[in-house]
T-cell receptor, first 112, second 112 residues
Framework: DTGVSQDPRHKITKRGQNVTFRCDPI?????LYWYRQTLGQGPEFLTY????????KSRLLSDRFSAERPKGSFSTLEIQRTEQGDSAMYLC??????????FGPGTRLTVL | TQLLEQSPQFLSIQEGENLTVYCNSS?????LQWYRQEPGEGPVLLVT?????EVKKLKRLTFQFGDARKDSSLHITAAQTGDTGLYLC????????????FGAGTILRVKS
């Protein structure tokens, strides 16, 4: 299966700890996106990369959040000093054009 | 106010019944997507529409895009228990760049 993969699928952490998530996009896709989804809501955009360049960042992405895509392939999303409000599903998507984004299975973060 | 409104929020029907869910926007879509999401998983792309008045069919699912590109509907014929899930409408807009903007979704439950 050559779909989008994310690791880990689940992460439980204590408040104040740092966490890092990884996303591997579909190999020929040059665009990569991160979204966050809370219960009862649709996903909300966090940030977007085209190749290795981070071109858009949401106001939702506080300075505790940082994302990288160092070689234009996989991406990481790091959250520093986690807070309980960070608990959510973190979704990664990739595409060749903005119209058709394919999502990974997500990383469920629980902050205790 | 939400940019995308989906209705109904929740729908519970018997197997074999037909149903329609709706998506409306206050802005003109550049493109519109429908996704289906199961608990604990990422959204799965069902269809993309870009042309006003466009109709697409995917087995028992019919997707319609409004002439003015501000609304869409998803019709399911003879629903099956396997259709149960969260149906998300999403779109790209000229004024919002490359990100997908999602509605809150319609939770569909099909009972046997």
């Amino acid at each position: 299966d050559t779909g989008v993969s994310q690791d880990p699928r689940h992460k439980i952490t204590k408040r104040g700890q740092n966490v890092t998530f990884r996303c591997d996009p579909i190999s020929e896709h040059n665009r990569l996106y991160w979204y966050r989804q809370t219960l009862g809501q649709g996903p909300e955009f966090l940030t977007y990369f085209q190749n290795e360049a981070q071109l858009e960042k949401s106001r939702l992405l506080s300075d505790r959040f940082s994302a990288e895509r160092p070689k234009g392939s996989f991406s990481t999303l790091e959250i520093q000093r986690t807070e309980q409000g960070d608990s959510a599903m973190y979704l990664c998507a990739s595409s060749r054009e903005p119209n058709e984004q394919f999502f990974g299975p997500g990383t469920r973060l629980t902050v205790l | 106010t939400q940019l995308l409104e989906q209705s109904p929020q929740f729908l519970s029907i018997q197997e074999g019944e037909n149903l329609t869910v709706y998506c409306n926007s206050s802005s003109v879509f550049s493109s519109l997507q429908w996704y289906r999401q199961e608990p604990g998983e990422g959204p799965v792309l069902l269809v993309t529409v870009v042309t006003g008045g466009e109709v697409k069919k995917l087995k028992r699912l019919t997707f319609q895009f409004g002439d003015a590109r501000k609304d869409s509907s998803l019709h399911i014929t003879a629903a099956q228990t396997g259709d149960t899930g969260l149906y998300l409408c999403a779109g790209t807009f000229m004024e919002y760049g490359n990100k997908l903007v999602f509605g809150a979704g319609t939770i569909l439950r099909v009972k046997s």
